[in-house]
């Protein structure tokens, strides 16, 4: 077998890999369409037809809520808008506890602040990088109202085991799947298990449209509350005899005509993107789930789905005697772009750690919050171990990848395997 690369040898991959782009003549026909008509955005904070935007917005709502099976869709200029409005629909008052996953994009966490929420870390799984539900359950209180679960990377988190704990306790469960459209745990789609389910539009996501977001929801007040807090509710309360007007002020959240042109067609491409990942991510963990010390994420039943936004996997130092960090360099320079430290658990983010999110250390040290909240270091042990030692990720899985790309990744794994005591050697 060829040197490391890192100590000089040839790499393994010496192709740069495609670029993904899924935007193509769909995407572009129907901005077209928009621009020809000359109405961007029809939204309006009146009544009327108008609250609730132009033909695109519409349409894309109906065909997203059509395909997931669910009543409601609302669009939203980002998912973090989006979940801005679930915890406002979902009635979160200040001082009330929103349960939260420490490793995940910040605005899972950071929604719950908005309305005076206090964010509440349970820990995560060491396999599959989503709360534990025994976690979320260990940190139930009396002002717990709702659990923002987070399906990382992709992968189905046990979203019915925490459907069973909300139900025991009266929360709201907010589903973020940002990173997992058409994932799926047990043949049903994730986002239709929570009372609220959220996806993201951005550039970075499955699908996108440059930004946005959608909210779906089968319960017909969450859906006008969310509806509401999307345009300007507080004009709107008394016409439509809103009475329960707590949170029903709103910003402008909306999505213009264009985006929503777009992601009407990104909509219709989704399972043809989708399917190739799965193909690709399972490919790769029959080979690297071979490998001592090397764990990948993976649903146990086959009627679940991940859709591998990122393909991560559970390292292990002890097994392979080599830090991470070296391992990932080693794996870097063989051509393949493995990483590591995906986001620093957020409470260790200096606005939790000093607690001073807004002023007078509001919510965290209120009136309206009897309560200490913690935000110190080991506290959540599984996410520090993942984001310290543990977690490696990468890009792998998207079109127009192929297996000999997978092949290139395991071929990099296997040879930094075999020739591990030389990179010791050489550097620890
Ligand atoms: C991207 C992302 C968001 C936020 O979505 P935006 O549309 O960028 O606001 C929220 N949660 C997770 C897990 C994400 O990956």
């Known amino acids: 077998m060829e040197r490391l690369a890192l100590l000089g040898g040839k790499p ?60 409601h869709a609302v669009s939203f200029n980002s998912l973090t808008s989006g979940l801005y409005a679930c915890i406002g629909a979902a009635g979160i008052c200040p001082g009330d506890e929103v349960i939260v996953a420490p490793t995940t994009m910040v605005a899972s966490v950071t929604c719950a602040l908005v309305y005076g929420g206090i ?41 019915d085991k925490v459907m069973a704990i909300a139900e025991k306790h ?8 940002a990173q997992a459209p058409g994932a799926k745990l047990r043949g049903q789609y994730v986002g239709t298990f929570g009372h609220m389910a959220g996806f993201s539009l951005n550039y970075h996501k499955i699908i996108h ?74 490919y790769l963990s029959d080979r690297l789930g071979q490998l001592p010390g090397i764990k990948p994420s993976r649903p ?5 789905r991940h859709v591998y936004y990122m393909y991560a996997m559970r390292y292990d130092e002890q097994t392979w005697g080599i830090p991470r960090e070296l391992f990932v360099r ?15 658990p957020v409470y260790l983010e200096p606005m939790f750690r000093h607690k001073v999110a807004f002023g007078r250390g509001f919510p965290f040290s209120s009136r309206y919050y009897g309560a200490e909240i913690n935000y110190e270091p080991g ?32 071929v990099a794994f296997e040879k930094v395997y075999a020739r591990r005591t030389e990179l010791v050697a050489a550097y620890v």
């Not at 009266?170 to 799947?177: A, R, Y």
């Open 209 to 282: 449209a440059g930004e946005g977001g959608v909210i779906v929801t089968d319960d017909d007040n969450l859906a006008l509350r969310l509806r509401l807090i999307r345009n300007h509710g507080e004009v709107l309360v008394a016409e439509m005899g809103v009475t329960e007007l707590m949170n029903t002020f709103g910003g402008n959240y909306r999505m213009t005509e264009i985006e929503a042109a777009i992601a009407g067609e990104q909509l219709k491409k989704l399972e043809r993107l989708v399917q190739p990942r799965v193909e690709l991510g399972d």
């Open 379 to 410: 506290l959540c042990p599984v996410a520090e171990a993942a984001y310290g030692h543990e977690l490696i990720f990468g890009k792998f899985c998207r079109w127009p990848l192929t297996t000999k790309h997978m092949d290139e990744i395991v």
């Open 300 to 304: 146990d039943e086959p009627s679940s």
């Open 12 to 71: 393994v991959s010496t192709e740069p890999w495609p670029e993904t782009n899924t935007i193509g003549q769909e995407e572009k026909k129907a901005v077209c369409e928009v621009l020809d008509s000359g109405v961007l955005s029809q939204f309006k904070a009146a009544s009327g037809p108008d609250f609730l935007g132009g033909p695109r917005v519409k349409k894309m709502e109906d065909a997203w809520g059509e395909y997931f099976g669910v009543k």
């Open 330 to 344: 080693a794996i870097r320079a063989e051509g393949i772009e493995l990483r590591e430290r995906y986001v620093q």
């Open 119 to 159: 964010p509440v870390f349970a820990d995560i799984d060491p396999d599959t990088f989503c709360l534990n539900p025994a976690s979320i359950e260990a940190k139930v209180s009396p002002r717990t109202k709702a659990i923002v679960l987070v399906h990382l990377f992709g992968y189905p988190a046990d979203v």
């Open 170 to 177: 009266g929360l709201v469960v907010i589903e973020d799947c």
